[in-house]
């Protein structure tokens, strides 16, 4: 059998009867996972669950799709048949039509019926190291999600890039610096991204949720 990912999405109030309810009606648990080319989305996917972007498989959907499609489930059956990926590039300069195709697709999934058609989360990856103002089109974008009541996620990811960065300006030696210093770019880092937090919940409503990530740990 593969390894049942359901126990820890479960919460733990959730007994055992009402458990065997929820795997019956949602045989599959499915997250869409944007962001831009390079930004770790791979690497996080495979830290978090094991999954093999190379062993993965991907039905495609649409005709013409030779990228990542955001329609094309992707799933790795050498860990895992119940997680299905979806998998989107982030939004440059004026993208639109991304933009619209992205929005097209959730409005198509939101409305099926079954639960295992429908998208469980949203993880929106944004590179810690490399953040940039969002944009109109962006902020609008992140309203339709919570407006579709989809929980949603920014994930920042390359932490420890950040952290390094923060170091990097407060080190008097940035090859030998001291364990203070290094706490003080821990905190640096970690203010900076509720700073973003914060930036996100003006534009776009209360209950703003982020998780810093890194491959190598923090
Ligand atoms: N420093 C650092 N590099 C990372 C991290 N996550 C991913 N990378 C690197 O970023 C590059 C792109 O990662 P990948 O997961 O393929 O990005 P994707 O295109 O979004 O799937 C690779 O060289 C990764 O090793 C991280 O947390 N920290
Ligand atoms: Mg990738």
Known sequence: MPENIYPSMAASSMEEGEMGDYEH?????RICIIGKAGVGKSTLLGKVFGFNDEKAKVRHKQEGSGMHNIWDP???ETRNNALIIHDSRGFEAGESDTLQRVKEFIDWRSSQNTLSEQLHCIWYCISAADVRPFQA???N???FFQDKGIPLIYVFTKYDALIREELDEIAVDE???T???REQARQAAKNY?????TQLENATGNGVKVQEVSKKGK
């Open 141 to 143: 974008f992140f309203k």
């Open 175 to 177: 090859d030998n610096p």
């Open 137 to 139: 089109a962006e902020i």
């Open 179 to 181: 364990r203070w210093e």
């Open 25 to 29: 009606e949602c045989r599959k648990f």
């Open 193 to 197: 991204v509720e700073k973003v937090r």
């Open 74 to 76: 992707i799933w790795d």
